[in-house]
């Protein structure tokens, strides 16, 4: 303001002065990006290209790492595992997630109670929840068969079994993270006009109709916000897993996560671990990349 | 972290004796402190004041040295610093700091099955020899002919170093439910043959008994089959490194294994590690439990156990080629980066003396690696174990083997052999499982001998 009282010259030292001290204003944060980001990501990056176990001497062996990672059928599989996890993960929660706030968003009587009590499982621990499945997950002793049998159906071998491991474990995930997205889709429904199902309804929309052409694509940018988090949430999973079934029976649970953690933490192999870290990452970064792709298109078609 | 001990009262001491050191260069004086010292006799109280710290894993056995630490310190005047951590971080923990050269602590717990080799390996530990030759530092009480065998083969590098003090045993038995097997009139199996035998005639799944049970579980199943390995005659590791887990030994090893588990076991067995395979044997709904020699207390305790005083303790039954009891193994070591050794040897001994591994055995919180504790515990009144539990432990410790190969990257065996005897309980061929993991394993075992 007062600087338009000044000469030109002067005004235009002064405000190059003025972003030089601004810039400097940035520099805790950058050297705290740097610091506790960017290093120990090129850090990472930099342990990838060596042979290293914790105990012996590191050998520089450039992408060896991640060619030998290319043919591990191991290392393979567990990308399928994260991905099969993933998609459940993510889909089954969404989809009962968006039911329940439709549920939720309807009059009736004791719905804040009801809300209050739907939304509890999200605040319990994951390790204490993951120990409360595995006893219900038992083949022999747990709740989960012997509800079965009341209803006639044979006992189910649940973490137990190679091919059952993952949807139980998708199980749990939905216990535990549907109230999230109906949470979130609650917001959503709660924020609608309440116009266009006036005129619909005059037109004699069913239902259905009701919810097709007005409320879903009106819900979908906070649709697409629950998949974000759902898949961030879910690609992250270690927790439950490594509680409950330690990425077994053999291999049929293990997720990068389980592998990165095994190779690390337990084999020490600190340049192979590192490699997965990259691979993941990279893996990641593709997986946003599409998301953010399909959060355009919601937009748009909002 | 080496700063913190430079103003202790031991640092002050340790400046005085370089100083005498010093003055003996110079004299007469040190002549006769050093003969002193050789003909001092042993005194709890020689090193008064110092403080050591002492990194252990959380289990029965830490709780109790815990539990009596204080009395140690009133024995010796040595102040202790301990650590009780579970046992996996206990581990990652151990090789982080030791690999850097600076560790926190100056005594070590460790599991031998897990730990020995690669300490050995990277030189971690004090060679104790010179201390125990050391009349002034050997606790006169400290003799090995009391030790059991199968603990001093893992305490004792192939060279005669003496790296650590054992002080907990655990051999492979077989629990059994002696009225399962009375009410089929079957006796307790000798043989491999009559185990197998009597898991099929004893298992009965309508009723909802399993003729076997044990760790399915991939990593924590691995000594089950070596159990049954070692009675085959087979082994882990030739002379050359080359891994002999492929052999026909092996293949029939985990046969029976496939067969024991996979047939007669319960459903989902395959993930079960010693927990839920004790809850099953409580309830009284398998015939026999191969596992650790640890479980007698839950076994026994009627607020637990459904089937308290039908518990049968036997040893392992015998192979074609031996009988055999698969040992894991637990003892202390003293740090070679720790500026304490004297205290720390003290604390060692301690650890390991007579009446600690009496009282480990009355809490049954292990099986002592002292012989003479077993007589000693059997005098006192609130010993609980049963005889025949005392009796299958010597048995099993004088047939013991290690259970698992001694070498650097035991959690990668356990892990890619678990695996292949996970999938056969879940219907892989042996043979083909056993193969690919030896394939699979020799590169990671001849680079951790290499490197």
């Given at each position: 303001m007062t600087t338009d009282a000044l000469p030109a010259p002067i005004r235009a030292g002064f405000l190059a002065r003025r972003r030089r001290h601004m810039r400097l204003l940035t520099l805790p944060a950058m050297i705290v990006i740097a610091a506790v980001i960017l290093f120990p990501w090129l850090f990472t990056l930099w342990m990838s290209a060596f042979d290293w176990k914790i105990g012996t001497v590191a050998h520089f062996v450039g992408v060896d790492n991640y060619v030998k990672l290319a043919t591990n059928q191991r290392f393979i599989e567990s990308i399928v595992h994260t991905f099969y996890f993933t998609a459940l993960a993510v889909v089954l929660p969404l989809v009962l997630g968006t039911a329940a706030a439709l549920v939720f968003h309807r009059q009736f009587p004791y719905r804040g109670f009801l809300r209050a009590v739907f939304t509890m499982p999200m605040m319990a621990t994951p390790v204490a929840i993951a120990l409360v499945w595995t006893m219900m997950f038992?083949?022999?002793?747990?709740v989960l068969n012997y509800l079965l049998s009341l209803v006639g159906i044979p006992p189910l071998l649940w973490v137990y079994s190679p091919t059952l491991v993952i949807p139980s474990l998708v199980l749990v995930e939905i216990w535990h993270w549907t109230p999230l997205v109906m949470l979130i889709v609650l917001g959503g429904l709660a924020s609608l006009p309440t116009e266009p199902y006036e005129s619909a309804r005059l037109d004699g929309a069913s239902e259905w109709q009701l919810f097709r052409y007005i409320t879903f694509p009106l819900v979908a940018p906070f649709l697409v916000v629950a998949a974000v988090i759902r898949t961030i949430d879910a690609l992250k999973a270690f927790d439950t897993i490594y509680v409950i079934s330690s990425g077994g029976p053999?291999?049929?649970?293990?997720t990068i996560n389980l592998y990165l953690y095994l190779q690390a933490?337990?084999?020490?192999?600190v340049g192979n671990a590192s490699a997965v870290v990259v691979v993941f990452f990279v893996l990641i970064l593709a997986m946003a990349m599409l998301l953010l792709h399909v959060r355009q298109k919601a937009k748009w078609t909002a | 972290m080496n700063d913190r001990h430079d103003d202790h009262p031991d640092s002050i001491r340790r400046r005085l004796l370089q100083a005498g050191a010093g003055a003996a260069a110079l004299g007469a004086v040190p002549a006769a402190v050093r003969t002193a010292t050789a003909q001092a006799p042993f005194d709890w109280k020689k090193f008064k004041g110092e403080k050591i710290e002492v990194l252990l894993t959380k289990s029965p056995r830490g709780d109790l040295f815990t539990k009596y630490h204080k009395e140690f310190e009133d024995l010796t005047g040595i102040i202790v610093g301990s650590e009780m951590v579970p046992e996996q971080q206990q581990r990652q923990k151990a090789v982080i700091e030791l690999n850097s050269g600076n560790p926190s602590f100056d005594v070590i717990g460790m599991s031998y099955h897990v730990q020995k080799r690669q300490f050995a390996k990277n030189n971690w530990l004090l060679d104790l020899r010179p201390m125990l030759a050391d009349k002034s530092m050997a606790d006169p009480n400290l003799d090995f002919n009391d030790f059991a065998q199968g603990g001093l083969n893992y305490a004792v590098e192939p060279d005669g170093r003496v790296m650590s003090l054992p002080f907990n045993l655990d051999p492979w038995v077989v629990y059994y439910n002696k009225e399962i097997f009375a009410a089929k009139g079957i006796p307790y199996p000798k043989t491999f043959a009559e185990m197998t035998d009597a898991a099929a005639k004893l298992n009965d799944p309508g009723k909802g008994i399993s003729g076997f049970v044990g760790r399915g579980l991939k990593n924590a199943n691995v000594p089950v089959w070596s159990s049954f390995l070692l009675g085959y005659g087979g082994g882990f590791i030739d002379a050359n490194g080359k891994l002999t887990t492929d052999t026909p030994e092996a293949i029939e090893s985990a046969k029976m294994y496939a067969l024991l588990l996979g047939k007669y076991g319960p459903q989902g067995v395959a993930g079960f590690n010693w927990n839920e395979s004790q809850t099953l044997f409580m309830q009284g709904k398998a015939a026999m439990w191969l596992d650790g020699i640890g479980f007698a207390a839950p076994l026994e305790d009627p607020t637990k156990s459904r089937i308290v005083g039908k518990v049968g303790y036997g040893v392992m039954p015998a192979g074609p080629k031996a009988q055999v009891s698969a040992l894991f193994a637990d003892g202390e070591g003293i740090t070679r980066f720790s500026k304490k050794p004297g205290p720390a040897f003290f604390y060692i001994q301690w650890a390991s003396n007579k009446q600690m591994q009496t009282r480990m055995l009355q809490a049954a919180a292990g099986a002592p690696v002292r012989k003479s504790a077993y007589a000693a515990a059997a005098q006192s009144s609130d010993f609980k174990s049963p005889k025949e539990w005392v009796d299958c432990m010597l048995a099993s410790a004088a047939i013991a083997?290690?259970?698992?190969?001694?070498?650097?990257?035991v959690t990668e065996f356990r892990d890619t052999f678990g695996i292949a005897l996970t999938n056969m309980i879940n219907g892989a061929d042996p043979a083909t499982e056993l193969k690919k993991a030896t394939a699979e394993f020799q590169p990671v075992l001849d680079k951790s001998e290499k490197g």
């Open positions: 038992h083949p022999q002793q747990g053999g291999t049929a649970s293990e933490f337990a084999f020490y192999n | 083997k290690p259970g698992l190969p001694v070498i650097a990257p």
